[in-house]
């Protein structure tokens, strides 16, 4: 057909287009990415992940992973890190017979990840290390809900709540503040449930509210134990898209869940080219 390739798939219901591009060829500019993730004018997505050779792009250069996740948000801004993305990355490398699993590397710009594909088609991914680095506030409506910030790579403020987070309008962007995250922030909103278990919702910057975020989770998890006094344990987290398991360790944590590929195909180059 002479089209560009994709596929599509999604981690707990965390959705994402691939874009196979060994070379690093295609121009992805963020109209063409937001165009991609548009629900109702391209394929529908929270992101874009192009599998493109670390060698090709400047970025990954300093990878010593052989594929690099370009990972771009739905309104089509740079990401440094996306756990379930990765996940979705993976499983595709290994269906491609790009690697030939079941461990091996996946470069980010947060840095190599380290994965296992699972014989179950799941897929765990060392996180690398969950740092607590402050506190701060979310405003959603006229609630001001404390959090604590973490790194996981990439900003994140998680807010535990004692009502039920279910009942969280998070239609609309809630506030923070932009001198403590200049570059934007994920805001999770937990429920613990147990010693280890959390329900979580998150809104993710540059997209809305997703049905999951691995990073995300990462951080949910950080940070409940943080508030109960300790830097290390494991937890199952449900979010809207499923579950999945993590454990944070002092320095490192990793993140296992499932990952789909749903369908592929090729996009029409017209309509391609025809977006800036």
Not at 25 to 32: G, H, K, M, S
Request: charged share 25%; glycine share 14%; net charge negative.
């Amino acid at each position: 057909m002479g089209g560009i390739e994709f596929l599509k798939g999604h981690g707990t219901q965390n959705d994402f287009v691939l874009l196979p591009d060994a070379s690093g060829a295609l121009e992805l500019t963020p109209a063409r990415v937001a165009a991609l993730c548009d629900r109702q004018r391209g394929l529908g997505a929270d992101g874009v992940l192009r599998v493109v050779r670390s060698a090709a792009l400047e970025e990954g250069a300093h990878s010593g992973a052989g594929w690099f996740m370009d990972y771009r948000n739905a309104d089509g801004s740079l990401a440094e890190m996306c756990g379930n993305g990765v996940r979705v990355f993976a499983r595709y490398l290994v269906e491609a017979d790009l690697e030939t699993g079941p461990d091996f590397s996946v470069g980010t710009r947060a840095g190599d990840r380290r994965v296992r594909v699972h014989p179950d088609r799941s897929v765990t991914v060392h996180m690398g290390p969950a740092r607590i680095t402050g506190t701060s506030v979310a405003i959603v409506g006229d609630r001001e809900l404390s959090g604590v910030a973490v790194d996981v790579g990439n900003p994140h403020l998680v807010s535990a709540l004692d009502d039920d987070v279910s009942g969280l309008d998070l239609r609309e962007q809630p506030r923070f503040d932009g001198d403590v995250f200049p570059d934007g922030v994920n805001l999770e909103f937990v429920n613990v449930l147990g010693p280890r278990a959390l329900r979580m919702r998150v809104h993710e910057r540059g997209v809305g509210e997703t049905r999951a975020c691995g990073t995300g989770t990462v951080a949910a998890v950080a940070a409940a134990l943080h508030l109960a006094g300790t830097d290390h344990g494991s937890s199952t987290v449900d979010i809207p898209g499923g579950r999945v398991e993590v454990t944070v360790e002092r320095g490192a944590s990793t993140l296992t869940g499932p990952a789909v590929i749903v369908a592929r195909g090729e996009l029409d180059e017209t309509w391609w080219n025809s977006l800036p």
